[in-house]
């Protein structure tokens, strides 16, 4: 199935359009916010090949994919015209809105930090061989090139931030900007060095350089999202253009460096110095207990609240004990354990699975191990949780720590190297192998309780259901579902049926029933039967894109309905001239828990002929 075909799978399942308030992606998950969850067909979804869980907690609807998850959400947000979609707080606790601030802020700005990390790395790895010396012109291009982005921190972050918090994004990258301006830097440090301070509007200025920094910013672009909307309410249109970018740039750009900014750095450095009193202390308590509890803190999303934590390290010591570490063995933990179960599983299809999915979490991608194996039969969970520990510990106690932003795998040891030399990375190297070996052998010996292939059709037969005549629902030339120019319909994924060539713009009900799903555009409709047979009507292909033209419902959802039944008309020739192809598909969604769905040998249908009988 191609990522347009899942896209518009999981359009349907998850109750069309009109059900969606919103929809993102983070690595490897789409994440909606519906208006009704249980209108998502949760067990159709996990049928479809390629998806690996669902997840329905904390007010958000997230389908877990993986590795494509960025290519099918493009293909989502064009099937369903979705723009500038984000997650509503409207069902988010006080926690939860923290963390979807924090995660929305430094989750796309994450690649832009890998890939300075990496060079970073790499620069380290250079000099260490002596391909590259110290002194060279290439050492210093590679060099500043891998510090550009922490540099710029406060620009990048504002640009981030200014998506979160709904505000103008040039504006905010000017707010950043201020803090980043050479002539500010060149003040602070000239106050510095004869030891005078600096003011704007008889107010004081910090003497403070915002290089690199997290936290200042973050509070400045928060506060520019009350300035920004008051101002623009209160200016005239007509000035509207010029004097709502001044009002906010002014207010928020001098608050930000006589407050706000001071502020922020100094919540940074007291984070800074907590985390250096853990480390002196109790260097192991932290990499123990990110170790150990990584995972359930991915499943609640409370890993990203240990990004900027890891960033503002980096900015402020250069040397990274908290995040990174900790992270990194546990990922590769999760990576030992699958593995293990795939080499001693037998099913075929999780086998295949485990294999995948621990590849991907040594390489710093879970979502797959953990919804896919680890979640699914808990043994390797445990496994994953132990490794992960005994691997922090590990490295908690050799002091581990990291030099640059990368992604938690195996990929990220070139970020061990650093002013410690080559110490830090072998330690870092014999976490890694402590992760593994624990949770591989653990869950090796644990083993998982696997599922006999036969059960889920046992099961699906103990369903009770009558057998039922299903009618056609309009008039036109029957044809089989296989000859449909769309495989989404065509390779029965959806279900079984039947499709016909449209003579006339009616829908009628094709059994006793209720309207189960109508989507917003009229181009499908839903209905359940009152025998249990799940039907869904299907016109024409591509025919969401008509956003609603042509299409004029009869009745609405949960409305009963009686065979024959007019449920909706449509302008045949109109959509033709436009282009479309108006074969209509009729499918049995619930297919699988009928022994036979059998098609009724007729070459043109309507409404009082019968179309498909099920059997139990």
Known sequence: MTEKELASTLLMLVGGKQNIVAVEHCMTRLRFNLKD???????????????????????????????????????????????????????????????????GIFIPIVPALAGAGMLKALLALLTMLKVVAPDSQ???????????????????IAASASKKFHVNQFVAMGIGAILMHPTFMNMIAVAKESQTGLEVF????????????????????????????????????????????????????????????????????????AIGMLNHYVSWLVPLLVGTFTPLMVMTGMHYGLIPIG???LATTGFDTVAGPGMMVSNIAQGGASLAVAFRCKNTEIKSLAASAGISAVCGITEPAMYGISLRFKKPLIAAMIGGGAAGLFIGIMGVG??????????????????????????????????????????????????????????????????????????????????????VFS?????????????????????????????????????????GAEILIHVGIDTVNLKGKYFYPKVKQNEQVKKGELLLEF????????????????????????????????????????????TI
Request: net charge negative.
């Open 402 to 487: 990291r030099y640059a932003q990368v992604s938690p795998g195996l990929f990220a040891l070139p970020s061990f190297l650093g002013e410690k030399g080559i110490s830090n990375l072998i330690y870092a190297i014999i976490g890694c192998a402590i992760a593994f070996i624990v949770s591989f052998i653990i869950s090796f010996i644990l083993g998982i309780d696997e599922p006999k292939e036969d059960v889920k059709l046992n099961e699906q037969k103990e369903i009770k259901l009558d057998d039922e005549e299903i009618f056609a629902p309009l008039k036109g030339q029957v044809i089989s579902l296989d000859k449909v120019n769309d495989s």
């Open 571 to 614: 302008d045949l020739n109109k959509m033709k001239e436009e282009g479309y192809d108006c074969t209509t598909m009729i499918i049995v969604t619930n297919s699988q828990q009928y022994t036979s769905v059998q098609s009724v040998k007729i070459d043109e249908a309507d409404k009082n002929k019968e179309l498909m009988i099920l």
């Open 138 to 156: 290439t050492y210093q291009f590679l060099n500043f090139m891998g510090d550009s982005v922490f540099y710029f921190m406060p620009i990048i």
């Open 37 to 103: 969850s249980s209108q998502a067909d949760t067990q159709k979804i996990l049928n479809i090949q390629g998806i690996i869980s669902v997840v329905d907690k904390g007010g958000q609807y997230q389908i877990v994919i993986g590795n494509t998850v960025k290519d099918v959400y493009k293909e989502f947000i064009k099937l369903g015209d979705f723009q500038n979609n984000e997650i509503s707080d409207e069902k988010k606790g006080i926690v939860n809105k923290i963390l979807d601030t924090i995660s």
């Open 202 to 273: 008889g107010l004081p200025v910090s003497l403070v350089s915002y290089s690199s920094s997290v936290i200042p910013i973050i509070l400045a672009i928060w506060f520019m999202s009350y300035v920004e909307p008051i101002t623009d309410r209160y200016m005239p249109k007509s000035i509207r253009i010029f004097m709502t970018p001044l009002i906010t740039m002014l207010v928020v750009g001098i608050a930000t460096l006589v407050a706000i900014g001071p502020l922020g750095n100094i919540c940074g450095q007291l984070l800074g110095d």
């Open 491 to 531: 390779s029965g994924s959806l279900g079984k049926g039947m499709a016909i060539i449209p003579s006339e713009g009616k829908i009628y009900a094709p059994a006793d029933g209720t309207i189960s799903a109508f989507f917003e555009t009229g181009h499908a409709i839903g209905v359940t039967s009152k025998h």
């Open 311 to 313: 960033i503002n390290l």
